[in-house]
C-alpha cells in the first residue's frame, strides 16, 4: 500500500504561479511511474504531466510550456510547478503513483484561477 497525499493548492490570479507538491510512501519511490491528473466540474479527470521512473516526461497539450514536472526520489515527492495560470486550469489536481501491478490515487488539491 502507497499513501499519497497532496499538497500547494489554492486560489490564485490569472496569470500567477503555484507549486503542487505530493509525497508518497514507500521505499521504492525510484520505481514509481508519477503523474499528475485534473479533473474540472463536469469534465473527466484527465492527464496533466507525467514523468517516468526513467524521467521521460510528457505533457497534456494545454500545459505544455507552462507547467513543469520534476520528481525528488530522495524526498519521495512529486512537483509540479504551474506557471502562467489560466482559469481554465482550475481544477482539483491528483497525484498518481503507478506501480508495475498497482496504482494510487491522492485526495486531490483545489486549484482556483481568479479574479
Known amino acids: 500500500q502507497v499513501q499519497v497525499v497532496e499538497s500547494g493548492g489554492g486560489l490564485v490570479q490569472p496569470g500567477g504561479s503555484l507549486r503542487l507538491s505530493c509525497a508518497a510512501s514507500g521505499s521504492s519511490f525510484s520505481t514509481y511511474h508519477l503523474g499528475w491528473y485534473r479533473q474540472a466540474p463536469g469534465k473527466q479527470r484527465e492527464l496533466v504531466a507525467r514523468i517516468s521512473r526513467g524521467g521521460i516526461i510528457n505533457y497534456a497539450t494545454s500545459v505544455k510550456g507552462r507547467f513543469t514536472i520534476s520528481r525528488d526520489n530522495a524526498k519521495n515527492t512529486v512537483y509540479l510547478q504551474m506557471n502562467s495560470l489560466k482559469p481554465e486550469d482550475t481544477a482539483v489536481y491528483y497525484c498518481?503513483?503507478?506501480?508495475?501491478?498497482?496504482?494510487?490515487w491522492g485526495q486531490g488539491t483545489q486549484v482556483t484561477v481568479s479574479l
Open positions: 498518481n503513483v503507478q506501480k508495475i501491478i498497482a496504482e494510487y
